[in-house]
T-cell receptor, first 112, second 114 residues
């Protein structure tokens, strides 16, 4: 069964802390996405990874294909980073181009 | 970057009526679009894959006669919730992948059925 597991489900941090959110998946993938969903509901694609590491501002995403694991890091966290972070993967062999399977999401709250 | 729009952003309707939600890719062509629903404090649930020029592919447990999908052009897919009932109240989101695989999500539509 194609599954995606995220941890932790809830994360509370103080402003300035380094944050890590983890994502594990069950079988081979074509790509992994990290998404951000704000309270209003809109979803923003932060990263798409198939190998290695990507960095954008204070956000860093890494993926280890052999271990079937990815991490999203936020350096110097800020209250505006408070959101739900979702890991989504495109499993290999799917019949629909772009079809994603989603993790359950991590609710991040950063306090000032 | 690429943009996907949805309309309307909010809709309130009476039980028994039908509601149409539009999803548009504004600056790229999307032969495939995806429709999701999301309940409070839960992750996205894929409802169906919308294919331009052919029938949509529905996920298990999603009624195709209840949720009608039409993908009439390379930039527009519509989801019609037919004979809506209060249990259909939810947040509906669409997404479209570009040729490079990046997914762009619409802002979502909140449906409340009274």
């Amino acid at each position: 069964k194609n599954e995606v597991e995220q941890s932790p489900q809830n994360l509370t941090a103080q402003e300035g802390e380094f944050i890590t959110i983890n994502c594990s998946y069950s079988v081979g993938i074509s790509a992994l996405h990290w998404l951000q969903q704000h309270p209003g509901g809109g979803i923003v694609s932060l990263f798409m990874l198939s190998s290695g590491k990507k960095k954008h501002g204070r956000l860093i995403a890494t993926i280890n294909i052999q271990e079937k694991h990815s991490s999203l890091h936020i350096t110097a966290s800020h209250p505006r980073d408070s959101a739900v972070y979702i890991c989504a993967v495109r499993f290999k062999g799917g019949t629909s181009y772009g079809k994603l399977t989603f993790g359950q999401g991590t609710i991040l709250t950063v306090h000032p | 970057g690429a943009v996907v729009s949805q309309h309307p952003s909010w809709v309130i309707c009476k039980s028994g009526t039908s509601v149409k939600i539009e999803c548009r890719s504004l600056d790229f062509q999307a032969t495939t679009m995806f429709w999701y629903r999301q309940f409070p404090k839960q992750s996205l649930m894929l409802m169906a894959t919308s294919n331009e020029g052919s029938k949509a592919t529905y996920e298990q447990g999603v009624e195709k006669d209840k949720f009608l999908i039409n993908h009439a052009s390379l930039t527009l897919s519509t989801l019609t919730v037919t004979s809506a009932h209060p249990e259909d109240s939810s947040f509906y989101i669409c997404s479209a992948p570009t040729g490079g695989g990046t997914q762009y999500f619409g802002p979502g539509t909140r449906l409340l059925v009274l």
